[in-house]
């Protein structure tokens, strides 16, 4: 994708998260889409089929980069030295609910945030499976690995949505180690 294509879609979703922040999903037509993005409806359409599409794709760019392998300095936190811990990968995720909170409180609080949330935890599982329970010795090994993995999963999901309907007034750290004192019975002797 070239630059032009890159600013295009940023705009887009810009567009898109500022007008979820003050309307209902549903209530949010294409045309108003691409007026705030001041583009054509060409141009939205050569991007994306449809509004929905443009939801699922607002997701997987945003999880590709939070939930990265090699994560980078940011504005508000830097993990690029990060070891890898649970404790960092959890802590890096919140702060960039965090920072994206206003198109996150959008999407999530919305009628698709069903479809947002199957794509968080669909994530979430990827990362718990290689970051909590690869190579560790769990508790509760009667337990299948895939159901501790949706169990912590959807933990993860209620605590976002904790988070945000009590405002963030928790930071990342702090509520990355509730977090961890809650599942770690689960995941380790």
Not at 23 to 41: L, M, P
Not at 75 to 92: E, R
């Amino acid at each position: 994708m070239d630059r032009r294509q890159q600013k295009t879609r940023a705009a887009i979703y810009a567009a898109f998260g500022q007008l979820l922040s003050v309307k209902s999903y549903s209530k949010i037509t294409v045309q108003e889409i691409i007026d705030t993005a001041n583009v054509g409806r060409a141009t939205f359409y050569a991007h994306f089929e449809t509004k929905d599409f443009l939801l699922r794709e607002m997701c997987v760019d945003l999880f590709a980069h939070v939930f990265s392998d090699s994560p980078g300095s940011e504005k508000t936190h830097d993990f690029s030295l990060a070891s890898g811990t649970p404790i960092s990968v959890i802590t890096h995720i919140l702060y960039h609910l965090k920072d994206n909170n206003k198109n996150i409180i959008g999407i999530i609080s919305c009628e698709s945030g069903e479809l947002f949330l199957g794509f968080f935890r669909q994530y979430l599982n990827e990362l718990i499976a290689a970051y909590f329970l690869k190579d560790a010795e769990r508790g509760y090994k009667e337990i299948p690995a895939d159901f501790l993995i949706n169990h912590i999963s959807c933990s993860f999901v209620g605590m976002v949505q904790w988070w945000i309907k009590n405002n963030l007034r928790q930071t990342p750290e702090e509520l990355a180690k509730y977090f961890l004192s809650v599942i770690s019975p689960a995941i380790s002797n």
